[in-house]
Structure formats: structure tokens, C-alpha cells
């Protein structure tokens, strides 16, 4: 790593360029099982670089897979020569700055081989395949990774650090009278020994065999509970509504927003934060060198503010809060989120499906199809209607139609239950006074 980062900045220097260098490096390993044998076993280590140069306001880019001075240099050159993206006449590359010490590594990793990782998807597809009603499992793998990133640039700045993740993954089958329902499952953890194999695959297996059988609801108006595993869907839809870049080009619902302004109701706390100890996108630095940090956006229900990389930032004359993310050396940094969650309340999440009549969310369908600047949706969902804290029926070919401020404004509770899965994290939470369109 040495040499090619001599060799970039050596480079630069000598064609007059600013410039910086973002390497990756995964190593990976997987195993399958299918029927309680080995479906597959692979390893793979992967590495790439991406190199941006300015010159006169312009910028070019370019990535490589070649672990080679020669090819970095040669890279250099090209993009010198070639610069043309206009817009980077102010943009500044961060030096040398004090970054968060954050535990990212587990030392697992190493030990965490092909044999351990099997282990674990057995665990997984015995656990699913113990629940009644389920009659197979497919794609039943735990994956580890160890990510090195590496970072520098010509004003000084430079980092590198190492994280893991470990991923389990299923999908459930359960089948009654002419039908079957099917539950994907996917826990991912940093720790090797916090990744619940087991409890993963009872999750999968117990939420299809209780799908079965299901049917639509009278049309009207329910208060629906959204677990944690599906609130971090509806909170991936709106993190982008967040983004500076978005309200910018008049992209987000929340465009218009002012700090202080109520967007929710006052139990509702969101923030972003690139510094959680074991994250999955926790990092000393973003994707161009400035430092990691917690952004609040949601503090009592009220606006707090957008996250911002840094040309965003520069064009709205605002601070960067470390949120220029690359979705891998062959991309740019643009704004996206470290990690972003809704924080928890006080209320335990088993007793929030206690009180009176409420509709219980297993997924929501169509999510993706929001839209982020109106904020209207309309869902196909599935789930379970609950009365005094007893399930009553399964409930499926529903559809649930509003707005996302809404959605905020009604909601209601938040369990105590914080999870994350990936790099998106929620407790259960109640909304109430929610349309369902079913018989």
C-alpha cells in the first residue's frame, strides 16, 4: 500500500494535479447448506482502487483492480489529461484531522473458518426447518468479510482501518392447503459471536408458518405495529429524504424544512452516526477524508437538519457531516448515510400490541416505489391482526395507503427493542389512524 500511495501523490505532484486515492480490500468467506449438507464452500479476496485528480476546477476519475505502481501513475496521467466534470473550482480536500477511535474489527474473523461459518448455516436451516409448517429452506448461508479501506490525499490526509461483518441468511417455506408463504431472513452482526444463527432461523421459520391461511381485513382505519425488522425498511425509505444533495435539487419531501420545524411526533428521535462502535458503516473517516461523526435529524419530533458530503455541503454553504459515502472504489463519494436509526423508547415491545385492536407488519411491499417527494405510498402488505395482545388471524391481500408526514405524525410508541440489521437500525413502533384497504 506503501508504493501506490507514493506513487499517486508522487504523480500529482508532478503534473501540478490535487488529487486523492480511496482503496478497498474484501476478503470473504462463505458457506451453504441444503439439507443439512454442504452446498458450497468459497473464498475470495478482492482489491480496487479509485483515484479522482482536479485540475482547474474540473475533475476526473478513474479505478483500477491492478496492484501496480506502474498502472498508478499511468491512471494519473490519464485523468490528468482527460479532467472534465465542472463544478470543483471550491472544493476543498480535507488534511490531516483528530478522527474517533472506533472498534470496528473482530479479531473472530481469522478464526471464523469455512468449518465455523458451515457450522453456523446448519444451525440456521435446523432451526427454520424445527417449526411446524415449514417444509423447506432455501439459500441457507452465513458469509464473513473483512473490509480494509485505505485513504489519502494531497493535502495530507490519510487513513486506513479494518472491519468485519458477518451475515446469515435464509428463506423460510412454509405450505398449507394450496398455498405457501415464504420469509427471507438476513441478520448481519460485526461480532462473529453475536450472530444469532438460531434465533434467526426460528424468526423465518415462525413468521411464515403463521402467515398461512391468511386473508384480507374490512377496509378502514387500524393502528398497525412495524417490528423492528420492518421499521428498518420504512426508515431506509425515508433516510433519503435526508440527504442535502436531495433537498437541493428539490428531490425530498422535507426539502422546505426548517431547523425546529415538527415533521413527527415528539417521541421521534433519528440520527445518523458514523461512529457506533461496531457499526456496519462506522468509519474514522467518510469516503473523502472528513472525519466520521453523529448527525441528529429528528430530535423530539422536530427537524434538526440533512447530512451533507462535501461538494453538497460547499454548494449549500453548509458543514459536511461526514456522509460522502462510496458504494465501492469504482464509485464517487455522494451523500448517503453512515448509520442511520431511529432511536428507542421506553415502551417494551411486547406490550405494545396489548392494548385494543392492531394490525402487526410482517413486510410491506412496493416500498421502493415511495414516493420521496410527495410522500404518498401505496402497499401491499402481510401480517397478523392482534386484539389484547393475542394474534387472531393471519392478514394478507391488503394494501395500506397515506403520507410519510402522515406516517410521522401518528406514530404513537417506540419499543425498547433497537436493532439493527445492517446499516439500518429501529425499535417496534405503533402508528395509528393508518388506511388498510382489504374486504
Not at 78 to 98: F, K, N, T
Not at 136 to 162: C, H, L, Q
Not at 396 to 422: P, Q, S, V
Request: with cysteine.
Amino acid at each position: 500500500m506503501e508504493k501506490l500511495k507514493e506513487a499517486a501523490l508522487s504523480q500529482m505532484k508532478k503534473l501540478g494535479l490535487r488529487g486523492d486515492v480511496y482503496m478497498e480490500r474484501i476478503q470473504k468467506n462463505e458457506a451453504a447448506v441444503q439439507d443439512g449438507h454442504t452446498e458450497r464452500i468459497s473464498s475470495s479476496d478482492s482489491f480496487g482502487m479509485g483515484i479522482r485528480v482536479f485540475k482547474n476546477g474540473l475533475m476526473g476519475f478513474g479505478f483500477t483492480t491492478i496492484n501496480s505502481t506502474m498502472e498508478v501513475r499511468e491512471l494519473v496521467g490519464r485523468l490528468g489529461a482527460s479532467a472534465s466534470v465542472p463544478g470543483y473550482g471550491d472544493y476543498e480536500l480535507p488534511g490531516q484531522a483528530e478522527m474517533a477511535r472506533i472498534k470496528l474489527y473482530d479479531p473472530a474473523f481469522d478464526a471464523a473458518t469455512a468449518g465455523r461459518l458451515r457450522e453456523k448455516a446448519a444451525e440456521l436451516e435446523a432451526a427454520a426447518m424445527k417449526i411446524a409448517g415449514v417444509k423447506y429452506v432455501r439459500d441457507a448461508s452465513v458469509t464473513g468479510a473483512k473490509i480494509t479501506n485505505t485513504y489519502f490525499n494531497t493535502s495530507g490526509m490519510e487513513y486506513s482501518f479494518d472491519r468485519s461483518m458477518f451475515t446469515a441468511y435464509l428463506s423460510a417455506i412454509a405450505s398449507g392447503k394450496n398455498e405457501e408463504e415464504a420469509v427471507d431472513v438476513m441478520e448481519t452482526s460485526a461480532l462473529f459471536d453475536y450472530l444469532d444463527a438460531r434465533l434467526a432461523g426460528k424468526s423465518a421459520g415462525t413468521r411464515a408458518s403463521t402467515l398461512l391461511g391468511g386473508g384480507p381485513v374490512p377496509t378502514g382505519r387500524y393502528m398497525i405495529v412495524l417490528p423492528n425488522y420492518t421499521a428498518v425498511d420504512f426508515l431506509y425509505v425515508l433516510s433519503s429524504m435526508f440527504y442535502g444533495s436531495n433537498a437541493r435539487k428539490g428531490k425530498s419531501l422535507l426539502k422546505d424544512c426548517r431547523e425546529g420545524d415538527a415533521i413527527a411526533s415528539d417521541i421521534v428521535n433519528i440520527a445518523d452516526s458514523g461512529i457506533l462502535p461496531y457499526g456496519a458503516q462506522s468509519f474514522p473517516c467518510d469516503g473523502e477524508g472528513n472525519p466520521a461523526m453523529e448527525t441528529k435529524l429528528v430530535t423530539a419530533g422536530k427537524f434538526t437538519g440533512f447530512l451533507y458530503d462535501a461538494l453538497n455541503a460547499g454548494l449549500m454553504k453548509k458543514r459536511a457531516t461526514g456522509n460522502g459515502i462510496r458504494a465501492s472504489f469504482k464509485s464517487l463519494p455522494e451523500t448517503g448515510t453512515s448509520n442511520f436509526y431511529m432511536e428507542p423508547g421506553k415502551t417494551s415491545a411486547a406490550d405494545i400490541t396489548k392494548n385494543g385492536k392492531c394490525i402487526v407488519i410482517n413486510s410491506l411491499m412496493g416500498l421502493h416505489m415511495t414516493d420521496t417527494i410527495s410522500g404518498n405510498f401505496s402497499l401491499g402488505m402481510n401480517g397478523w391482526l392482534y386484539e389484547g395482545g393475542n394474534m387472531v388471524q393471519p392478514v394478507k391481500e391488503c394494501l395500506i395507503t397515506g403520507n410519510i408526514r402522515e406516517f410521522l405524525k401518528n406514530i404513537t410508541a417506540a419499543g425498547d427493542d433497537l436493532k439493527f440489521y445492517g446499516n439500518f437500525g429501529a425499535p417496534t413502533i405503533a402508528v395509528d389512524d393508518i388506511i388498510i384497504a382489504g374486504k
